[in-house]
């Protein structure tokens, strides 16, 4: 059976911005299915109609710790999605971790703004606010921590390309602002791809080059495949790896391999399977599958590393 993770930073090996999530519940999963095709001509053109209009499509906004929280508190880490209906009101779904456990009503809202920087006020076309009628809060179910599973329905007068891109705003029990992302549209394929460059801090003479894709399962593991050239020759059981860092500009920033300690062991190692062979001229391409226990929005973002065979790191790029 799979663990509720908890989210503490000190007690995982990963960087805080890759916190722990409870892989029970992914908000994502719930949405996919097979579309059936319509039966008429008139049932065809309806659906046509429909897949134009803003009131449909599901956004999902990846959330984590709002630049205007300076604590140390809270680091949410997780996913909002909106589901719209037919009478254009829409289910909001929020499944996240590292939250206040004090919560019982707090505020989620979408706001005007352009970025998570500079959010803005609450998002409605009506009369009267609807992120104010406590409706949309969201509860932690985990004392320690801070986890949520929650849902409401709402309904602000807009469709979903009007909300694309505005910001998903979550509030602590004090009403203070903890946590950000921004509403994209939902991804169907749950794939990510890092091109690589030249790892920082790397003075050696390899210019390693080429790209890493993660290509996610329903059970959040993963087939991780590689081609990359300018590689060390015949470089055996060399290890290619995905960091807890979001950065590669710094060595720092890059930080250790990333993995949810509670849930499962560190499978980026030579024992998980998370290596790479080249050939006589520093070429590389094959796959492996693995699990860091990290789904889709959690790995997004974050730095695919590759290694010389003394260990050194020697290229670097974002998984997005």
């Not at 299915?33 to 499509?57: D, H, I, L, V, Y």
């Not at 693995?290 to 790029?317: P, S």
Request: with cysteine; charged share 20%; proline share 4%.
């Amino acid at each position: 059976m799979k663990v509720s993770s908890i989210c503490f930073a000190a007690l995982l090996h990963i960087q805080p911005t890759f916190a722990t999530r409870n892989v029970n519940n992914r908000a994502l999963k719930a949405g996919k299915g097979n579309s059936r095709a319509p039966n008429s001509k008139a049932k065809k053109t309806k659906t046509n109609k429909e897949s134009q209009s803003p009131k449909n499509g599901s956004l999902v906004a990846y959330l984590s710790k709002s630049p205007e929280y300076t604590g140390a508190d809270y680091n949410p880490v997780g996913t909002a999605t909106i589901r719209f209906n037919p009478d254009d009101s829409f289910l909001f779904l929020i499944d996240a971790d590292g939250i206040d456990p004090a919560c019982n009503n707090c505020k989620i809202v979408v706001t005007d703004g352009a970025s998570c920087d500079d959010p803005g006020s609450n998002f409605f076309a009506s009369q009267d606010d609807p992120w104010a009628t406590g409706l949309s809060y969201y509860a932690s179910y985990s004392s320690v921590g801070g986890s949520t599973n929650s849902a409401f329905r709402l309904t602000n007068g807009y469709g979903s390309s009007d909300m694309l891109d505005k910001p998903v705003v979550i509030y602590d029990s004090k009403d203070k602002v903890i946590g950000c992302g921004i509403l994209g549209t939902e991804i169907k394929v749950e794939q990510l791809v890092a091109e690589l460059g030249v790892y920082p801090g790397y003075e050696g003479n390899l210019t390693v080059g080429g790209m890493v894709n993660v290509e996610f399962n329903r059970d959040d593991s993963f087939l991780f495949s590689y081609d990359l050239e300018g590689l060390e020759e015949n470089c055996t059981g060399c290890g290619i790896h995905i960091h807890a860092g979001s950065s590669c500009e710094t060595h720092d920033l890059v930080m250790g391999h990333g993995w949810n300690s509670i849930v499962v062991q560190d499978l980026w190692t030579p024992a998980g399977g998370a290596t790479y062979n080249s050939n006589e001229d520093g070429d590389a391409k094959s796959e492996f599958h693995l699990y860091n226990a990290f789904n889709y929005y959690e790995n997004h973002g974050h730095a695919a590393v590759v290694h010389g065979q003394d260990g050194t790191r020697i290229a670097c790029g974002l998984l997005l």
